[in-house]
T-cell receptor, first 115, second 112 residues
C-alpha cells in the first residue's frame, strides 16, 4: 500500500533563510512523487514532481525537491524563503486506480515565513 | 491554462438537506475527482470518474453519490447532509494516464 508522511504540521522560517518541508513515502514499485501548495481559500497548485531521472527536481517559484531513495524521502526546499511562500504544502504519491492514476496526499505542512 | 471551476465558494446548508456541488473543467479531461479536505487529515478521495457515466468509489464514499452525464461536469451529491460533512470540498481533473491533477478553488460547506 502507498502512503506519504509529513512529520511536521508547522514549519516556521525567517525570511531570506533556506526552508525545508519534509516528506517520506512508502510505495511498492517506483515512486511517482509530487508537491502541491495551497494558499488561503484556494485550491491546490502543482509545484513539482519526481518521476525518474535526476534526484534534484526544480519547479515553480524557485522551489526544488530532492528525491532520496535510500531514505525514502522527497523533501521540498528553497534556498531563500519569501513571506509570500507562507502556505499549506502537500506531498503526494501516485497510485493506480481502475482507469485512472490517483494521488495519495499527506496531511500537509503549514509553512510560515516570518518577516 | 486548465480551468476547473466549482459552483460555489461557500455554502451553508441544514441537516437533512440534499446538497449538490458542481465541478466543471474546460480541457476535455477524461478523469475527474472529488476530495474532501479536513485539518490534520489532508485530502481524502470520495469518488472519481474516468469517463462519462463511469464512477468509482474512493476511500470515503459513504454519505455521498456522484453524477457524470457530460465529460466536462462532475457533480457531488450529499443525499441527506449531516454535520460531519462540514468540510472543504475540492474537485480535480486530469487527462487519462496523466500524473498531475488540476484543482478547482474548493467549496467550503457548512452543515448546521
Amino acid at each position: 500500500a502507498q502512503s506519504v508522511a509529513q512529520p511536521e504540521d508547522q514549519v516556521n522560517v525567517a525570511e531570506g533563510n533556506p526552508l525545508t518541508v519534509k516528506c517520506t513515502y512508502s510505495v511498492s514499485g517506483n515512486p511517482y512523487l509530487f508537491w502541491y501548495v495551497q494558499y488561503p481559500n484556494r485550491g491546490l497548485q502543482f509545484l513539482l514532481k519526481y518521476i525518474t531521472g535526476d534526484n534534484l527536481v526544480k519547479g515553480s517559484y524557485g522551489f526544488e525537491a530532492e528525491f532520496n531513495k535510500s531514505q525514502t524521502s522527497y523533501h521540498l526546499k528553497k534556498p531563500s524563503a519569501l513571506v509570500s511562500d507562507s502556505a499549506l504544502y502537500f506531498c503526494a504519491v501516485r497510485y493506480s486506480l481502475e482507469g485512472a492514476n490517483n494521488l495519495f496526499f499527506g496531511t500537509g505542512t503549514r509553512l510560515t515565513v516570518i518577516p | 491554462d486548465v480551468k476547473v471551476t466549482q459552483s460555489s465558494r461557500y455554502l451553508v446548508k441544514r441537516t437533512g438537506e440534499k446538497v449538490f456541488l458542481e465541478c466543471v473543467q474546460d480541457m476535455d479531461h477524461e478523469n475527474m475527482f472529488w476530495y474532501r479536505q479536513d485539518p490534520g487529515l489532508g485530502l481524502r478521495l470520495i469518488y472519481f470518474s474516468y469517463d462519462v457515466k463511469m464512477k468509482e468509489k474512493g476511500d470515503i464514499p459513504e454519505g455521498y453519490s456522484v453524477s457524470r452525464e457530460k465529460k466536462e461536469r462532475f457533480s457531488l451529491i450529499l443525499e441527506s447532509a449531516s454535520t460531519n460533512q462540514t468540510s472543504m470540498y475540492l474537485c480535480a481533473s486530469n487527462p487519462r494516464s496523466y500524473n498531475e491533477q488540476f484543482f478547482g478553488p474548493g467549496t467550503r460547506l457548512t452543515v448546521l
